[in-house]
């Protein structure tokens, strides 16, 4: 079976820390990567799609290492309305409409 | 404005009692999708389709049905609900042909429950 595995925290940090989350994957075709953010009883939404060359958005960074099946997301300057759970999605080889979510990561920023 | 809408957004049943959520999306989106959410467990894919008339089995298709007479609607049957499919369930989309983006746009979420 196709995994995507992620710590499951939680991170407890103070507002303007820098937090990193990885995520590893065990499907070596996969194509399409993402961070999603889900707050609590509400719909994921993406956060960001991640590219080989690693992509920044504001706070946001996110890295990916195909040789080690490996995804990060590095969020810098933490506010309170960052907390959340980060899930990290993984396409299933090569069907673009499968898509594997990890457990996510939950998040709690403190003042 | 672009959405995914569902129907119901909460729903009691008892069990053996067939049911429809429905799931409509107005992007003129290719791929729609529908999850299961439960504690500890994630999201998992019950079924997907890449087009009319094109579908798939997820992780967990078991007691679950999907139609897609048509692009924009993508309903899930379950024929004799049990107990063990109460949960939180989503509907996704994505795809537009001539773009290079696979974002998936969730609808607001069912959560259903069997007794």
């Known amino acids: 079976r196709k995994e995507v595995e992620q710590d499951p925290g939680p991170f407890n940090v103070p507002e303007g820390a820098t937090v990193a989350f990885n995520c590893t994957y065990s499907n070596s075709a996969s194509q399409s990567f993402f961070w999603y953010r889900q707050d609590c009883r509400k719909e994921p939404k993406l956060l960001m799609s991640v590219y080989s060359s690693g992509n920044e958005d504001g706070r946001f960074t996110a890295q990916l290492n195909r040789a080690s099946q490996y995804i990060s997301l590095l969020i810098r300057d933490s506010k309170l309305s960052d907390s959340a759970t980060y899930l990290c999605v993984v396409n299933n080889g090569g069907s673009q409409g499968n898509l594997i979510f990890g457990k996510g990561t939950k998040l709690s920023v403190k003042p | 404005e672009a959405q995914v809408t569902q129907n119901p957004r909460y729903l009691i049943t008892v069990t053996g009692k067939k049911l429809t959520v429905t799931c409509s999306q107005n992007m003129n989106h290719e791929y729609m999708s529908w999850y299961r959410q439960d504690p500890g467990l994630g999201l998992r894919q019950i079924y997907y389709?890449?087009?009319?008339?094109?579908?798939d089995k997820g992780d967990v298709p078991e007691g679950y049905k999907v139609s897609r007479k048509e692009k924009r609607n993508f309903p899930l049957i379950l024929e004799s609900p049990s107990p063990n499919q109460t949960s939180l369930y989503f509907c996704a989309s994505s795809f537009s042909p001539g773009t290079n983006s696979y974002e998936q746009y969730f609808g607001p979420g069912t959560r259903l429950t069997v007794t």
């Open positions: 389709s890449m087009n009319v008339e094109v579908t």
